[in-house]
């Protein structure tokens, strides 16, 4: 099987909230995080459709400083464990933040 994915993937945990278009909000940690998307552990009888557009919050502490970023983007798979994520759209603090985790 290959890899299709197009970012290296780091083993990062936050704490992540989905916000979907009917108002659902469904809370979880990220399991990986990379510069296209993310893995969000949550509750296991949460079943989305891929495709499923949704904003993401998450929470970036960096030293004393703690940041919430929201990312726009899509669910690519859902299973017992959690929830794949694609972004379509990140901002300068989530690029920022993922950035000095390449160099």
Known sequence: MSNR????RHLIRK???LKL???EV????????SAG??????????????????????????ED???ITEIYGYIIHSDEDGLGC????????YYQYIRELYD
Do not use: M
Not at 26 to 33: F, K
Not at 44 to 62: A, F, V, Y
């Open 65 to 67: 400083e703690k940041l």
């Open 86 to 93: 694609n972004f379509l759209k990140v901002n300068s603090t």
């Open 37 to 62: 998307g993310a893995f969000i552990e949550c509750e296991p009888d949460i079943d989305l459709e891929q495709g499923t557009k949704c904003s993401i919050s998450l929470t970036l502490d960096e």
């Open 5 to 8: 994915r197009n970012y290296e």
């Open 26 to 33: 469904i809370e979880g940690e990220t399991r990986d995080l």
């Open 15 to 17: 704490f992540a909230l």
């Open 21 to 23: 278009a009917n108002g």
